[in-house]
């Protein structure tokens, strides 16, 4: 069966996916229809499905999972996380990175949306695994952060090498570029500005923590309203950008109308915000006013893992416990949002379904589990037992670009045991 994530969120039984010598799909359907076999035949029991997108994302952090996991959000990062990410080097966030990269494919995410520092090593392990990364290198002024330069260098570096390379390239396009500045409490208004401006002039994403915890921007609420007042009046929201709003938990009405009308889009985050108690998005009504939502599993040292089917299930208990509406967001809601609609909302119409034309980033997952007893009849039976009882355990084989990248359960690229002891080191040395 084929899960090709269009807007019904059909169910395709005895179905073909077909793919071009360019990693693109160029065939969806049922067997019956599909044009003659011109190449190598895969036959798979169970379901095919696009490659989830992580829409927010700091995946090196791999190394430091299990730092500070009681503490609220600003201690959190003040007196534990910053202070070990001093310490890491270019290969450290290289290894991170890389087990990350494996850690996502083994849960059925092919795209993930990066904000991390050490640009290169990010990139090198994004190519080694053979998976996907939308890049915003992280844009930060805050305490002991100046060891990589000034705000304005690290908007400068980022603008020259999309001007260099390209906003996409790589094999298959693995790598998109952006801007990541942190977040309104750890920049000026200035920087926030030349960030917008420079992300516009290059059709470039600008992504950004927005309103994750309830005290961190309260010199910004004090001084315009809210931190999404603060962004419209700096110009960086409404000149027709493409923005991603990361949590953004703390939100009025009117804050989020301006994100609505601005087509800013909210990376949903609930596993992190909750074990850091910043509180849930008010997902209902961003929904309602039509806000671009996608999800993501944050760093794994909040989240802890990278289970983006785990997030989807959390989102959907929230929102129904938040509404007290039992049919808030449905099973095929929540899988469009880890696949369709988390790739619309980080402006990418070639990721997120199974249609010609987009990348053959796809997910095969088993059936042969308790999790799916009855696939004869009801298809949104197999929507469901997917989304509520299946999940990331029965991922089994991932291409990117057509190009096999995990085969029953293994990374075909690196050697998952080299990648974790590797990785081990460096958890160890950081304490």
Known sequence: MVLPCDPACSVLRDAVVDVGPDGRITWCGPRADAPPAS??????????????VNTHCHTPMTVLRGLGGDLPLLRWLHEVIWPAEARLTAPDVRTGMLLGCVELLRAGVTTSVEMYFFTDAVIDAVLGAGSRVVLTPGIIDAPGWDR?????????????????????????????????????????????????????????????????????????????GSVPRMLASLGVLGQGGRVLAAHSVHLDDRDIALLAGAGAAVAHCPVSNAKLAAGTARLSALR??????????????????????????????????????????TAPELLLLATRH????????DLGALEPGRWADVVHVSTDDPGFLDLADSDARVVSNLVWAGGARLVRDVWVAGERVLAGGEPTRVDRAEVQSAARAVAARLG
Do not use: C, K
């Open 288 to 329: 309602a006013a039509g806000v671009p939502l996608g999800l993501g599993t944050d760093g794994p040292a909040s989240s802890d893992d990278l289970d983006l089917f785990a997030v989807a299930r959390l989102a959907g208990l929230l929102a129904r416990v938040t509404s007290g509406n039992a049919a808030e967001l």
């Open 148 to 224: 990589l330069g000034s705000w304005q260098q690290m908007l400068d570096e980022v603008s020259a090498r999309i001007d260099t390379v390209g906003l996409r390239h790589g094999p298959g396009e693995r790598i998109e570029l952006g801007y990541g500045p942190h977040s309104a409490y750890t920049l000026p208004p200035e920087a926030l500005t030349a960030a917008g401006e420079a992300a516009r002039a290059r059709g470039a994403l600008l992504h950004l923590h927005l309103a994750e915890a309830a005290g961190e921007d309260a010199a910004q609420r004090a001084a315009y």
């Open 39 to 52: 190449g190598e035949v895969v036959e798979l029991d169970g379901l095919l499905l696009p490659g989830l």
């Open 342 to 349: 988390g790739a619309a909302s980080i402006g990418r119409d």
